[in-house]
């Protein structure tokens, strides 16, 4: 069975800062692209960070750059987002996404509310 399970969302105030973890099992990890959507409420699906399947190509949206870091572990089929200087706009429910070219799959989500 495919899996991804996010894991460390939670409630932090402005200027703290979250690990998130996306696992994923059924599926030969390595292989896939990995990214973070993020889903604020009353907004469209925005497209966080990527890394590739090796690690060695990242990507980031502009509001993220400099205080978000995405990294994966193959060898624990894991992918991570460090969030620092965390804004209330960053709240939302943050998705991992597993990509090639013929197959997808997403998480549930985990959620990440930033106070003022």
């Known amino acids: 069975e495919v899996q991804l399970v996010e894991s460390g969302g939670g409630l932090v105030q402005a200027g703290g800062s979250l690990r998130l973890s996306c696992a994923a099992s059924g599926f030969t990890f390595d292989d896939y692209r990995i990214g973070w959507f993020r889903r604020a409420p009353g907004k469209e699906l925005e497209g966080v960070s990527c890394?590739?399947?090796?690690?060695?190509?990242?990507y980031y949206v502009d509001s993220g750059k400099g205080r978000f870091t995405i990294s994966r572990d193959n060898a624990k089929n894991t992918v991570y987002l460090q969030m620092n200087s965390l804004k209330p706009e960053d709240t939302a429910t943050y998705y991992c996404?597993?990509?090639?070219?013929?197959?997808?799959?997403w998480g549930q989500g985990t959620q990440v509310t930033v106070s003022s």
């Open positions: 996404n597993a990509v090639t070219r013929t197959s997808y799959y």
């Open positions: 890394i590739s399947s090796r690690g060695g190509s990242t």
